[in-house]
């Protein structure tokens, strides 16, 4: 149906339009007994629920015949169609529709073999006739191709197809037999073919049968699939050789990390201790990913209650952005993760930048909640389409954990637990 024409009627006060329609669901979408319909720009009015959408079936339409005497240069090929509805866009019950094809631009939408079978001065359409004007002595076989914008070939092959007819709709006072019923078999036409000299002097003429038949549609459908792991990261490995868009930089806890447990080791004021896990995400959504972060709460020492300070600032989440990722410095206490990698978005939220380190720039958050809310920060996100979860394509992040201390910081050991959530889109 795509590429074929909508009208959308009037009803209280709208204005009849037509369209372009993009695609249609399947059946039964979004409801049983509906198909939603798309289309390929915006509608110029206003439009509510119950108002008519008629889609028509476009065509191209090949005629071939072969002539018993020669057609002369200025001579005339005349196709005389079945129809009541000649040049509108509406489809028929007992005819074809020319919707929309006028003498002034059939040169553009019928084409012939050989070419010069058509194209001259005084070709026209007028109600349901099509009259060719021939350029050329025309003899053998003749291809003509209404629906069509550039060359046909020897064997009626159209180069450019623009469908453009709109066939009839299936009737069965057109079928004979008890077996002929609307949309299942096939209405029988009759379309004349004749050809003239210059004069309009008949040199041959007949009638062809067209059968038309209600449009198929085919439908198969692929299963979604989603695929979200998180992998440690050893102590000491090179983060730009994990994911390339990642800064030249390390985990220097020396304690690997695991798909469950990352430990920041022994904080002291000299530096920020780092530590990394990679998460890859595989979908074939057609629309990407999204994988959000949430933590349970500040680093915290549950024996004292003591905690670090969060490295965005503030208590807790007030949106999915703010308080907004922020830069962590040696010695000024903070905790937060920062996400690096292809799809790290630079906005809503900023992470500082898909390469930058801890020492030029990356920003950190800890995306917790205070009672009643239910934010989560976004670390990565691709709308393209499917992911493959590769690091030279799509679906690879690495998040890195920082915290560094004051001297005065009060010992113990602290804790928070993050969840990551991947979403496809949809």
Known sequence: MASDSAILSADTGETLEKVTVASMSATGVPIPSQKMVYFT??????????????????????????TNAAVPSGGHIILTFPTTSANTASPSATGFS?????????????????????????????????????????????????????????SGICTTPSPLLINPTVSSTQCSGSTCTAGATNDVWKITVQ??????????????????????????????????????????????????????????????????????????????????????VTTNEAFGYTVTASSSGRLISPASGLYLPDANGGSGLTTNLLPAPAAMTAA??????????????????????????????????????????????????YTGGPSNGTT??????????????????????????LTYTATPSF
């Open 98 to 154: 020319f919707n929309g094809l006028t003498s002034g631009n059939m040169s553009t939408y019928v084409q012939c073999n050989p070419s010069n079978a058509c194209g001259g001065s005084s070709q026209s359409v007028s109600g349901n006739t099509i009259t060719l004007t021939t350029t050329g002595a025309v003899s053998g076989t003749v291809y003509i191709s209404v629906g069509c914008q550039s060359g046909v070939s020897s």
């Open 195 to 280: 050809t003239t000299d210059t004069n309009s002097v008949t040199l041959d003429s007949a009638r062809v049968i067209v059968g038309t038949i209600e449009s198929v549609q085919v439908q198969a459908q692929v299963e979604p699939t989603l695929t979200f792991a998180i992998t440690g990261l050893a102590n000491t490995t090179n983060y730009n050789t994990t994911v390339s868009q990642c800064g030249s930089e390390a985990s220097n806890t020396g304690i690997d990390s695991t798909a469950t447990t990352v430990n920041l080791g022994i904080l002291n004021n000299a530096q920020i201790n780092r530590a990394a896990q990679t998460l890859t």
């Open 332 to 381: 000024t206490p903070a905790f937060g993760i920062s996400p690096c990698g292809v799809d790290v978005p630079t906005s809503s939220p900023n992470w500082g930048g898909t390469g930058q380190t801890v020492a030029s720039g990356a920003l950190f958050a800890n995306p917790w909640n205070s009672a009643g809310n239910a934010y989560a920060m976004t670390l990565a996100s």
């Open 41 to 66: 720009t915006a509608t110029a009015n206003s439009h509510h629920v119950g108002d008519v959408v008629i889609v028509n079936i476009t065509a191209t339409h090949l005629i071939k015949f072969n």
């Open 392 to 417: 030279a394509t799509h679906g690879v992040t690495l998040v890195r954990y920082g915290a560094t201390v004051a001297g005065t910081t009060a010992s113990g050991v602290y804790t928070t637990t």
